[in-house]
Antibody, heavy 127, light 110 residues
Framework: EVQLVQSGAEVKKPGESLKISCQGS????????IVWVRQMPGKGLEWMGI????????TYSPSFQGQVTISADKSISTSYLQWSSLKASDTAMYYC????????????????????WGKGTTVTVSS | QSVLTQPPSASGTPGQRVTISCSGS????????VNWYQQFPGMAPKLLIY???QRPSGVPDRFSGSKSGTSASLAIRGLQSEDEAKYYC???????????FGGGTKVTVL
């Protein structure tokens, strides 16, 4: 069974650092991009960034560039999302998801969707 | 402000048909297929429709999707109480080189 298992809930103070994880199993982890998504309390889904564990190629959403760091350790099939200095506004649920790529002959190009999601990691930042 | 535009809410009585719209632009829906996700409170999103109109295994055929130009829609036929959830449309975006989301539509079964 394809699964993404995320690390547990975190409670931190403003200014602290944090690294949360997302471990894949049941598939070849290095061959699929991992997407990170934020959901603030009562709000919608926001794309943060994406990483290819095979070579750690990473793209960040402009909204999150410089605010977080996404990394991967392919030896343990795990991707990470980290902050160097948390703010109260980082309080949210964070999801990782696997991106499934396929070739669409009707448009002669690749198409993408996120097929498997982790259960999410709640991060609470409060003084 | 989400890149894709969805109505914030939709509702219907059991058995009715409900439709949710999703509007984008040439750099996202105009180029890439649209995917739909269902999310219950406190749960992770679940893939409902991919490639505009394909259902993953296990998704009831009451759910259907379509796309035309830079817009897409999700239809729920024969609405059931268990369909009460939030629904998000998602498409890849050439400019951002990542996915863009709709703001989500809360479906209420009256």
């Amino acid at each position: 069974e394809v699964q993404l298992v995320q690390s547990g809930a975190e409670v931190k103070k403003p200014g602290e650092s944090l690294k949360i994880s997302c471990q894949g199993s049941g598939y070849n982890f290095i061959s699929y991009w991992i997407v990170w998504v934020r959901q603030m309390p009562g709000k919608g889904l926001e794309w943060m960034g994406i990483i290819y564990p095979g070579d750690s190629a990473t793209t960040y959403s402009p909204s999150f560039q410089g605010q977080v760091t996404i990394s991967a350790d392919k030896s343990i099939s795990t991707s990470y999302l980290q902050w160097s200095s948390l703010k109260a506004s980082d309080t949210a649920m964070y999801y990782c998801a696997r991106r499934y790529d396929y070739y669409d002959s009707s448009v002669d190009g690749n198409q993408y969707y996120m097929d498997v999601w982790g259960k999410g990691t709640t991060v609470t930042v409060s003084s | 402000q989400s890149v894709l535009t969805q109505p914030p809410s939709a509702s219907g009585t059991p058995g009715q048909r409900v439709t949710i719209s999703c509007s984008g632009s040439s750099s996202n829906i105009g180029t890439y297929s649209v995917n739909w996700y269902q999310q219950f409170p406190g749960m992770a999103p679940k893939l409902l429709i991919y490639n505009n109109n394909q259902r993953p295994s296990g998704v009831p055929d009451r759910f259907s999707g379509s796309k035309s130009g830079t817009s897409a829609s999700l239809a729920i036929r024969g609405l059931q109480s268990e369909d009460e959830a939030k629904y998000y449309c998602v498409a890849w975006d050439d400019s951002l080189r990542g996915p863009v989301f709709g703001g989500g539509t809360k479906v209420t079964v009256l």
